[in-house]
T-cell receptor
C-alpha cells in the first residue's frame, strides 16, 4: 500500500527552539493532515491542508502543503514542554475519510 | 461530552482467545473507524462504518470482525487472537466520510501471548 516517510524519526530540542519536520511520499495527495499524539492518548488533529502551496498556521504551528503535492512540512516555533509527543502526518488521495495514509511519526522531546 | 470512549484500556489474551473491543461516541457522528498502531508504523485502518448499518473493510481487516450496533457504538471483535494482533487499537469517528477531521479515542493496548 501507500507509504509516507517522516523525518526525523525523533528529535530532542531545548525549550524555546524552533522545530521543523517533514513528511514525504512517492504519490500525490489531495489533502495533508498533521496530528499530535500524547502518551496514552489518541491522535488529535492540528492542521489540515487542502491545496498545493497552502500555508496554514495554528498558534505556534505552521504547516505547508508542498507544491509537488508529494510532501508536507510542519514547523513549531518557540517550543515549550507541552509540545512533547508524536507528530503524525496523514495524506489522502481521494475525497473520502477512509482513504487516509498515516506516516510513522516524529517523536519530539523538549528539554527544559 | 466525553467524545470517543474505548474499553478496555488494557487487555492481555492468550493465543486463540476471543474478545471484543468496545467504542462509543457521543458527538452524533455518522462515520466510525477502527485503526491499529504498531511501533514504527503509521495508523492502519482495519474497518470502518460510513453510517449506521454499514461496515467496510480497510487496509488490514484479516482476523477481525466489526459490528455497528447503533449510531453511537462500533465494536471490534477478535475471534481467535494471534500474537501478530498485539497492538494498540484506536477507534475514531467523524461527521461523515467526507469529513477530514477524525476524533480519536484513547486507545486499547492489547497483548496476545
Amino acid at each position: 500500500g501507500q507509504q509516507l516517510n517522516q523525518s526525523p524519526q525523533s528529535m530532542f530540542i531545548q525549550e524555546g527552539e524552533d522545530v521543523s519536520m517533514n513528511c514525504t511520499s512517492s504519490s500525490i495527495f489531495n489533502t495533508w493532515l498533521w496530528y499530535k499524539q500524547e502518551p496514552g492518548e489518541g491522535p488529535v488533529l492540528l492542521i489540515a491542508l487542502y491545496k498545493a502551496g497552502e500555508l496554514t498556521s495554528n498558534g505556534r504551528l505552521t504547516a505547508q502543503f508542498g507544491i509537488t503535492r508529494k510532501d508536507s512540512f510542519l514547523n513549531i516555533s518557540a517550543s515549550i514542554p507541552s509540545d512533547v509527543g508524536i507528530y503524525f502526518c496523514a495524506g489522502q488521495q481521494h475525497n473520502y475519510g477512509q482513504n487516509f495514509v498515516f506516516g510513522p511519526g516524529t517523536r519530539l522531546s523538549v528539554l527544559p | 461530552n466525553a467524545g470517543v470512549t474505548q474499553t478496555p484500556k488494557f487487555q492481555v489474551l492468550k493465543t486463540g482467545q476471543s474478545m471484543t473491543l468496545q467504542c462509543a461516541q457521543d458527538m452524533n457522528h455518522n462515520s466510525m473507524y477502527w485503526y491499529r498502531q504498531d511501533p514504527g508504523m503509521g495508523l492502519r485502518l482495519i474497518y470502518y462504518s460510513a453510517s449506521e448499518g454499514t461496515t467496510d473493510k480497510g487496509e488490514v481487516p484479516n482476523g477481525y470482525n466489526v459490528s455497528r450496533l447503533n449510531k453511537r457504538e462500533f465494536s471490534l471483535r477478535l475471534e481467535s487472537a494471534a500474537p501478530s494482533q498485539t497492538s494498540v487499537y484506536f477507534c475514531a469517528s467523524s461527521p461523515d466520510l467526507s469529513s477530514y477531521e477524525q476524533y480519536f479515542g484513547p486507545g486499547t493496548r492489547l497483548t496476545v501471548t
